[in-house]
């Protein structure tokens, strides 16, 4: 037993021996041994309320830097997407790229390149990805092609980085594709239009030399 109620005991067995203390004594005893337990309860409540205050505002925080997040990664003008680095399982697959393959994300998460493309075309990302996740670095893929669900061919621009976890092992691949089709198909009709000026300039410079021009040349009539 505390001395404090000891001490309670022992007034209250003199006050019925002796009278020594009245009862309102008694009763302003009782209360000053228990203020300093009302006090002790009071400041772990109000700290307890400023924890969960605190906690709610940095959740708060939390959510709204996700948002944020979420609102980049959403909006971002070239294709992403997340794979998980064990199974190589889509976790994330934004608007563009739903948009350039032709495939909704909630018909991607949780599934793999092989559920979506030929088995070769599978084959050769997964072995990217196998490279960069082993690598544990970022690598740079010029150009890969890939069979669209509603655009047929396309060629793209893919860079993939390793997303590593708290224990320094990848846990994530992250890839990044621009659609480079229009600009390939643009520079090889350009190279063609080169191609077809060089052999009109040796043509035309074989007939300057020669003075007898030839009847096949495009764009250039000869008289008969």
């Not at 621009?157 to 390793?162: E, F, L, N, Q, Y």
């Not at 846990?171 to 520079?187: F, N, P």
Request: net charge negative; proline share 5%.
């Amino acid at each position: 037993m505390p001395r404090s109620w000891r001490e309670a005991v022992r007034r209250r067995l003199a006050q019925m021996v002796g009278g020594a203390d009245s009862p309102a004594d008694e009763l302003n005893d009782l209360k000053e041994q228990a203020a300093p337990r009302i006090s002790q309860r009071e400041r772990e409540q109000a700290e307890h309320q400023r924890t969960e205050e605190a906690l709610a505002k940095r959740t708060a925080e939390l959510e709204d830097a996700r948002s944020f997040l979420d609102s980049v990664l959403e909006n971002l003008p070239v294709m992403l997407f997340v794979k998980d680095a064990k199974d190589l399982l889509f976790v994330r697959w934004n608007r563009a790229e739903e948009e350039g393959l032709g495939i909704d994300r909630a018909a991607a998460i949780g599934k793999s390149d092989y559920d979506f493309f030929p088995e070769q075309q599978a084959r050769f990302f997964e072995a990217k990805d196998r490279a960069v996740l082993t690598g544990g670095r970022m690598v740079d893929i010029p150009e890969e092609a890939i069979q669209t669900a509603h655009r047929g061919l396309r060629f793209l621009h893919t860079i993939k980085v390793p997303v590593r976890g708290a224990d320094g092992t990848p846990k994530y691949l992250v890839g990044i594709s621009e659609d480079i089709t229009d600009r390939k198909r643009a520079e090889e009709e350009l190279a063609r239009a080169r191609e077809q000026e060089v052999g009109i300039g040796f043509r035309i410079q074989q007939t300057l030399l020669l003075e007898q021009p030839p009847r096949d040349l495009p764009g250039i009539r000869v008289a008969a």
